[in-house]
């Protein structure tokens, strides 16, 4: 079992940085891909991004690519999301996750077998 909490969310304005934190406990941490999801009021939950064990592999979403970067420290079990240059269509739910699938697997929600409770994003325009 892997228990993961995020952190981090709240209110921004457009152009407006926030960074979510998502801490683990439970099994080895940095047995795991992490990825971050995020889920808007009426609509399906999407992928972020993921990072594998070692930090070095990445994938992003288009939407957000160029403005988000995950990083993780496995010392300290946690990943982050830093997210730059918000837009309003940036609104959301935001989940960390973790999953031992591995590649393009990691973009899809069904790859993930652990999820926090998610933090709740606002960006206004």
């Known amino acids: 079992q892997v228990q993961l909490v995020e952190s981090g969310g709240g209110l921004a304005q457009a152009g407006d940085s926030l960074r979510l934190s998502c801490a683990a406990s439970g099994r080895s941490f940095s047995d795991y891909v992490m990825g971050w999801f995020r889920q808007a009021t009426g609509k399906e939950r999407e992928f972020v991004g993921s990072v594998n064990e070692n930090g070095g592999i990445f994938y992003y979403a288009t939407s957000v690519k160029g403005r988000f970067t995950i990083s993780r420290d496995n010392a300290k079990n946690t990943v982050s999301l830093q997210m730059n240059s918000l837009k309003p269509e940036d609104t959301a739910v935001y989940f960390c996750?973790?999953?031992?699938?591995?590649?393009?697997?990691?973009?899809?929600?069904?790859?993930?077998?652990?999820w926090g409770q998610g933090t709740q994003v606002t960006v206004s325009s």
């Open positions: 996750a973790a999953t031992a699938r591995h590649g393009v697997a990691t973009m899809t929600t069904g790859a993930y077998s652990y």
